[in-house]
C-alpha cells in the first residue's frame, strides 16, 4: 500500500499552487532534498530553483514566502526562506531552502 507523495513531491506542488494562486505561475527547475532529524523532530531539508516571469505579484508573494501556510499531508513546512533571486530581462530565478517536519 502506497503512503502517498513524500514531502519533497508535496512541497513542490503546493508551491506551484500557491503561485498559480497569487497570479505568478513559477515552474520549477531542481529540487533535491537531504534527511534531517533533531533529537526530537524528522524530516527534510530542500533545495528548490524556481523560475518565473518578472512581475509585482511574484515579487509580493517572495516577500509573504516565510510566512506562508502550506497543507502537507503527514508534514510540516517549519521553515522556509528565499536565499538568492536573479533578475535576466523578464525572467527570475528563484534559490529556496525549505525544512519539513513530519507529523506525529
Do not use: K, N
Amino acid at each position: 500500500m502506497s503512503r502517498g507523495p513524500d514531502a519533497a513531491t508535496q512541497l513542490e506542488r503546493a508551491l506551484v499552487a500557491a503561485a498559480a494562486a497569487a497570479g505568478c505561475p513559477i515552474a520549477i527547475t531542481t529540487s533535491d532534498w537531504t534527511r534531517w532529524a533533531s533529537a526530537t523532530f524528522t524530516g527534510a531539508r530542500h533545495a528548490l530553483t524556481l523560475r518565473a516571469g518578472a512581475s509585482p505579484m511574484l515579487d509580493y508573494w517572495l516577500v509573504g514566502l516565510d510566512e506562508a501556510e502550506f497543507a502537507l499531508r503527514g508534514y510540516l513546512v517549519a521553515d522556509i526562506t528565499v536565499i538568492h533571486v536573479t533578475r535576466h530581462g523578464t525572467t527570475v530565478t528563484i534559490a529556496l531552502e525549505a525544512l519539513t517536519v513530519e507529523e506525529r
